[in-house]
């Protein structure tokens, strides 16, 4: 089973950027091209949302409404990472994020639901405030 760690969460300021990582260990590089990964976020008091998605080779993404724009996401299999770039931080941004990969390799189908993924890191927090 994969594991996955998050970073780069902290306390930033509306209107900043910040870039979340996301690596996976157990996969080699190799490995990691066959699965799609997604990120999640949830912010105080409601439930977990989706936010983007990537393909295994990370050549097709997809993104919730509300981030759309905002946020990219992209995976470098040969360091075995994913990121989330943010840009125009918004209070409403705040929440825990969080990565996955998916439960099995090749499929992309099913990408905004939590139950296509079966690894989850321990989530990273981005609290935007002034």
Known sequence: QAQLEESGGGLVQPGDSLRLSCVASVYSGRALSMYSMGWFRQAP???REFVAAINGNGDRTYYAASVKGRFTISKDNYKNTMYLQI???KPKDTAV???CIFRAPVLF???A??????SWGQGTLVTVSS
């Open 87 to 89: 840009i125009s931080l």
């Open 109 to 111: 189908r099913g990408r």
């Open 45 to 47: 008091g409601k439930e």
């Open 97 to 99: 994020y969080y990565c």
């Open 113 to 118: 639901n939590e139950h296509a993924y079966g």
